[in-house]
């Protein structure tokens, strides 16, 4: 028999997320000040999904929703499905950019109905966050967005086998993120399908070094950020898909703006600090067409509260 729910309603606040950071493939994260809002309640029958906003025109109401489907994959894990489904998703995380969106929806899925399953457990639940992480990074095929959307800040994430791990740094205070992000999406699915199965030692060598000198330069000393977000395994394979966003980093890093492609594109991302390049110098390397967004680093992750 399946588990009981009463009927109930969760909000859910999810961060957007950029990942890679330059050397750290599918493992480094930020959480970013830029949210979608969720309100997911347990009805009487049936599904009703209502999208305002990013991709409203494009995201499907039925089942095959990506929140919904998080949201079922997460009630099977808690013992079953709830009666029916009510889901209100306000969007502002652009599609399809390579700022988490995916990541975002999955990640407000598992939470919102591990919350349903037990308000009182704790802030995101029944699950912990442990098992939030590894079903979000089943459902997303990597872990480092799902994390950095889960806990917030900045992480490391991991694969233990099939299970996925997490740690939070806290990136200094003066950090600025500032995204450019371009009008058309790119899949991170067709991203990945660019990448070699194999790749030369001293390049896996080289992003090894990068990615840990990354960690320190991110959280003790932002003066080594150009030289820490160097990658030589993901971003030049997928030069031909985005040669805009290609060129605009090439263009930000020869005037020593540490910028890298963020997540799989096509959205750049200049990591700067509060005596670096005002938004204004930023913005006149923009290409046309270009948004660009100085942002936050969020700190919180995943917030849930009962609706
Ligand atoms: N909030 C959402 N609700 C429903 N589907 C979403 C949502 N966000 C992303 N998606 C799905 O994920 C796709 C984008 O995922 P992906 O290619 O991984 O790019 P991103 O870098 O934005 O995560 C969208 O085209 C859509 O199918
Ligand atoms: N490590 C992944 C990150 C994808 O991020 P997204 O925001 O584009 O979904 C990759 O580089 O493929």
């Known amino acids: ?20 950071l330059g050397p750290g493939f599918d493992a480094l994260g930020l959480a970013l000040g830029l949210y979608d809002d969720v309100e997911l309640s347990i009805v009487s029958d049936g599904l009703l999904v209502e999208v305002t906003g990013e991709g409203a025109r494009d995201v499907p109401t039925d089942e095959s929703h990506l929140l919904v489907r998080a949201a079922r994959a997460a009630f099977d ?6 009666a029916g489904l009510r889901l209100s998703c306000t969007n502002r ?14 990640v407000a899925g598992v939470v919102a109905a591990s919350v349903l ?11 912990s966050d442990d098992e939030l992480l590894s079903l ?3 459902l997303e095929g990597h872990p480092d967005n799902v994390a950095a ?16 791990q997490a740690v939070r740094f806290h990136p200094a205070a003066d950090l600025v993120p500032v995204a450019f992000v371009p009008t058309q999406p790119l899949s991170t699915e067709v991203a990945r399908g660019l990448l070699p199965a194999r790749v030369p030692h001293a390049d896996a ?7 840990a000198l990354l960690v320190h330069a991110l959280t003790t000393d932002l003066s080594v950020l150009l030289a820490a977000t160097e990658d030589r395994l993901h971003q030049a394979y997928r030069a031909a898909a985005m040669p805009v966003s290609a060129m605009l980093v090439e263009k930000l890093r020869a005037a020593d703006i540490p910028a890298v492609i963020s997540g799989a594109g096509a959205t750049v991302l200049a990591l700067t600090s509060g005596d670096g390049p005002s938004v204004e110098v930023l913005a006149g390397y923009a290409p046309a067409g270009t948004a660009v967004l100085p942002l936050t680093v969020d700190y919180c992750g995943a917030v849930a509260r009962p609706s």
């Open 117 to 127: 399953a037990d308000p009182d457990a704790g802030p995101r639940g029944a699950l």
């Open 93 to 106: 995380i652009p599609h399809g950019r390579g700022l988490g969106s995916s990541a975002a929806a999955i």
């Open 149 to 164: 959307c889960l806990l917030g800040a900045g992480t490391i994430a991991w694969m233990e086998g099939p299970k996925a």
């Open 136 to 138: 979000a990074t089943e």
């Open 77 to 82: 894990r808690l013992g079953g499905q709830p």
């Open 205 to 211: 060598a080289a992003n090894a070094g990068r990615a």
């Open 1 to 20: 028999m399946g588990r009981a729910y009463r009927p109930s309603g969760v909000r859910v606040r999810v961060p957007a997320s950029s990942a890679n």
